[in-house]
């Protein structure tokens, strides 16, 4: 506890004295983990101080703060007294059409920076006595009849034809059906899925963040809540990123992919199915490959592929392209969204369940670093091999600088781990995409604000 109240009047201190440059993202829940770990890794090795947040709200949240909107014009631009509420969004899914435009009518380019991919699925909580042995297996069609309240018990006779004989559920017994509310990335994503799939029975006035549901199903906030509502209820079915609920031991239900094949997220991406919806993309033309290009139309859902998993998410940062005049916030940023996609930043991204993009797609990512306005100083600079004396200096993220509490609290990563040593000629001095792989042990994601 001594610790952490010391590192919490340092960061005050800091913030007194003006010399705390501060980065605060809002977005998605999906990756939120991920970005609490990448912010505790510059709070511990900047200098000078940075403070990072990131907040939890949801994809459309995030969208909304991004565009400094209100609720009284959902295409207004900087109507916020202050702009954007965010210095950077994130999200499941890439802005409407209509508020990209709205964007660019205000001359604010937003880039969209693809970082990770994420497999979203349907869990159950068909009690073990009953679950078949290899788990449920189910088609768009069946699904887009479950949450359609058309089928409405576990032994109707379109689920249990696709299982072969192996589940047996007690007769009437009812399908609890669970659905995320507010703006949901995941909704938006099961549901194109759904249309993808089965247009005849999901229709494309039934695909957004927000839908109307039939009264029989039930209501949760947040991937967490969906989590927790499907473990402690028997019998019943919801969706959610797979990470999150492979984590939290959840049984996931078997889809059909385009191809006809039965995957679990597991066994596709072991198979590089998630990956291989990206690359069909960027190849036929689906994901355009200018970040500051609209977005809006890129789906990967029901990709075709041998193994291909069908319902895949892209997470993007949401990233002005202008960032001058931004008291040294756009620099920080610009050394954020390098590191997010570097070798490290990638390979970290599978610690919390996800997949890195593909190499032509984070090509592509990639060039928003570049496009990036700034202001020229500071620059930032990463320091990972022994640099003597520039290591030291201002505007450095130096993996030789750490906070006591990674150690005190255990928190080691063989991952990404260092061996510690620090060599006597001093080293490279490289950015976050060079050859040297240690020197960044992970940090736990839990920040002292």
């Given at each position: 506890m001594r610790i952490l109240t010391a590192l919490a009047l340092a960061i005050g201190a800091a913030a007194q004295d003006g010399a705390l440059i501060e980065l605060d993202g809002s977005g998605t829940t999906n990756p939120s983990k991920y970005f609490w770990e990448v912010g505790s890794i510059f709070m511990a090795r900047a200098k000078p101080a940075v403070r990072i947040t990131y907040r939890a709200v949801g994809s459309s949240t995030g969208q909304y703060e991004f565009m400094g909107n209100t609720d009284d014009d959902p295409l207004a631009v900087n109507a916020h007294e202050g702009g954007a509420y965010n210095d950077f969004g994130s999200g499941d899914m890439p802005f409407p059409k209509d508020k990209y435009d709205a964007m660019r009518s205000a001359g604010v380019e937003v880039l969209h920076v693809p970082f990770a991919l994420g497999a979203m699925a349907f869990f159950d909580n068909v009690p073990a006595d009953y679950q078949p042995d290899n788990g449920l297996k189910l088609t768009a069609c069946v699904l887009?009849?479950?949450?359609?309240?058309?089928?409405t018990t576990w032994d109707d006779e379109a689920i249990l034809e696709i299982q072969d004989g192996d589940f047996d559920p007690p007769s009437g017994e009812k399908i609890v059906v669970y659905h995320r509310t507010y703006g949901s990335s995941t909704t938006k994503g099961i549901t194109q899925y759904l249309h993808a799939a089965c247009p005849d029975k999901w229709p494309a006035d039934k695909v957004g963040s927000k839908i109307d549901w039939p009264a029989s199903t039930f209501n949760v906030e947040g991937s967490g809540q969906m989590s927790a509502m499907i473990a402690a209820t028997?019998?019943?079915?919801?969706?959610?990123?797979?990470?999150?609920?492979?984590?939290d031991g959840l049984h996931e239900i078997a889809l059909q992919?385009?191809?006809?094949?039965?995957?679990?997220?597991?066994?596709?991406?072991?198979?590089?199915?998630?990956?291989?919806?990206?690359?069909?993309?960027?190849?036929?033309?689906?994901?355009?490959?200018?970040?500051?290009?609209?977005?809006?139309?890129?789906?990967?859902?029901?990709?075709?592929?041998?193994?291909t998993w069908p319902i895949v998410a892209i997470s993007y940062m949401y990233i002005r392209e202008d960032q001058t005049g931004n008291n040294k916030k756009g620099p920080l940023l610009k050394a954020w969204v390098e590191f997010v996609l570097s070798p490290r930043g990638q390979e970290m991204v599978k610690l919390y369940n996800f997949q890195p993009v593909p190499a032509d797609v984070l090509e592509m990512a990639q060039k928003a670093i570049g496009m990036m306005k700034t202001d020229d100083e500071p620059e930032w600079t990463f320091e990972y091999d022994t640099d003597k004396g520039g290591g030291q200096l201002d505007y450095v993220i130096s993996a030789k600088r750490r906070h006591y509490y990674e150690y005190a609290l255990g928190v080691q990563s063989d991952l990404i781990e260092g061996d510690g040593d620090e060599a006597e000629d001093g080293g490279d001095h490289d950015g976050p995409g060079g050859d040297h792989d240690h020197g960044w042990g992970s940090v736990v994601s839990c920040v002292v604000y």
């Open positions: 887009a009849d479950i949450f359609n309240g058309v089928i028997e019998w019943s079915i919801g969706y959610i990123d797979s990470g999150h609920g492979i984590e992919n385009k191809d006809g094949n039965y995957w679990t997220t597991s066994a596709s991406i072991a198979q590089g199915g998630v990956q291989m919806a990206a690359e069909e993309a960027l190849k036929t033309g689906v994901m355009p490959d200018d970040p500051a290009a609209d977005f809006s139309e890129v789906s990967l859902h029901n990709m075709p592929g041998e193994t």
